[in-house]
């Protein structure tokens, strides 16, 4: 059974950079897609991003897209979230999350996904 560890999160101000980590152990990147999710106080968990099992398919949510990039490193077993030019709405509890495929599908549903982290905390002020 997979474990997932994330790390990097903190308090930035508004337009700063943070990169979140999640590094696996148990399993491998390789045989799973993954994605991050995050969660604001009273709201729901909202997909963030996602990247297939061979990383050549990327999907992002459309309040992030062009400020966070997902990306993996099968060696280290570790998926990284580079967010840029923050902004205090992105404050929230992120998750990382795996989901084990034989496909290059990529879930943006967070109830298709196996495995979880505990989740770090990112805020952002203004």
């Known amino acids: 059974q997979a474990q997932l560890v994330e790390s990097g999160g903190g308090l930035v101000q508004a337009g700063g950079s943070l990169r979140l980590s999640c590094a696996a152990s148990?399993?491998?990147?390789?045989?799973?897609?993954t994605g991050w999710f995050r969660q604001a106080p009273g709201k729901e968990r909202d997909f963030v991003a996602g990247?297939?099992?061979?990383?050549?398919?990327?999907y992002y949510a459309d309040s992030v897209r062009g400020r966070f990039t997902i990306s993996t490193d099968n060696a280290k077993n570790t998926m990284y979230l580079q967010m840029n030019s923050l902004k205090p709405e992105d404050t929230a509890v992120y998750y990382c999350?795996?989901?084990?495929?034989?496909?290059?599908?990529?879930?943006?549903?967070?109830?298709?996904?196996?495995?979880w982290g505990q989740g770090t905390q990112v805020t952002v002020s203004s």
């Open positions: 999350a795996a989901r084990y495929t034989s496909s290059d599908y990529v879930s943006l549903r967070g109830n298709e996904y196996d495995y």
């Open positions: 148990g399993r491998t990147f390789r045989s799973y897609s």
């Open positions: 990247i297939s099992r061979s990383g050549g398919t990327t």
